[in-house]
């Protein structure tokens, strides 16, 4: 299986500042979110852990924070659709 690692920087709208993803054939191994609510990255990223790339975007897409037109998992699902550009 192809190993993928792809760094990723978030909009400004959101207060994430960086996304890095690591992942195996169809499966996301670690996602690591710098920036924003500590608590709820940290949480994001653990449920994401061995979750196949396409759920993941499914569940993740279009989830909004307030106003901002984005949101963290958003931007999340943004850097996941980008796993398979790379290579």
């Known amino acids: 299986m192809q190993k ?3 760094a990723y920087t978030p909009s400004e709208n959101v207060c994430s500042k960086h996304i890095l993803i ?9 996602v690591t979110i710098t920036g ?3 608590g709820n990255t940290q949480g ?4 994401l852990e061995g979750m196949k790339i396409e759920e993941a975007i499914q569940r993740l897409e279009g989830i909004m924070c307030g106003k901002r037109g984005t ?3 958003d931007q999340v699902a943004k850097a996941l659709k980008q ?4 290579g």
Do not use: T, Y
């Not at 994001?44 to 449920?47: A, E, G």
């Open 71 to 73: 949101s963290c998992p």
């Open 22 to 30: 690591e992942a195996e054939g169809d499966r996301i191994n670690q």
């Open 4 to 6: 993928q690692q792809i």
């Open 44 to 47: 994001v990223s653990k449920l």
């Open 36 to 38: 924003g609510c500590n």
């Open 83 to 86: 796993i398979g550009k790379v």
